[in-house]
């Protein structure tokens, strides 16, 4: 049974910071990328930030670049989301997503990319 489980979320003011986790059990990860995503209330979901398994590319949406850093621990099944300097704009549910199988394991921006899902984690950002 594939489960991705993220976790990390919280309230922090504005300027502060979160490592968001994801843990992901039931695949090979290998085969893998994996992407954080976001979705704001009353907005549609969003691609914050992904990396491939096997290759270790990354790729972070405009909005986050240099202030998010996204890492893996494949011997802990653990994709990290280190999240610096946040702003308002920032609140959210967060969630993990795998992409990879009959997909190559690479970065994809799109929601419909990815196979499995989180089922996400609050942050909340207040000035």
């Known amino acids: 049974q594939v489960q991705l489980v993220e976790s990390g979320g919280g309230s922090v003011q504005s300027g502060g910071s979160l490592r968001l986790e994801c843990v992901v059990s039931g695949l090979i990860l290998e085969w893998y990328a994996i992407g954080w995503f976001r979705q704001a209330p009353g907005k549609g979901r969003e691609g914050v930030s992904c990396?491939?398994?096997?290759?270790?590319?990354?790729w972070y949406a405009g909005s986050v670049k240099g202030r998010f850093t996204i890492s893996r621990d494949s011997a802990k099944n653990t994709v990290y989301l280190q999240m610096n300097n946040l702003t308002l704009e920032d609140t959210a549910v967060y969630y993990c997503?795998?992409?990879?199988?009959?997909?190559?394991?690479?970065?994809?921006?799109?929601?419909?990319?990815?196979?499995?899902w989180g089922q996400g984690t609050q942050v909340t950002v207040s000035s």
């Open positions: 997503a795998a992409r990879g199988g009959n997909d190559p394991p690479v970065c994809s921006t799109q929601r419909s990319g990815y196979t499995y």
């Open positions: 990396v491939s398994m096997r290759y270790g590319n990354t």
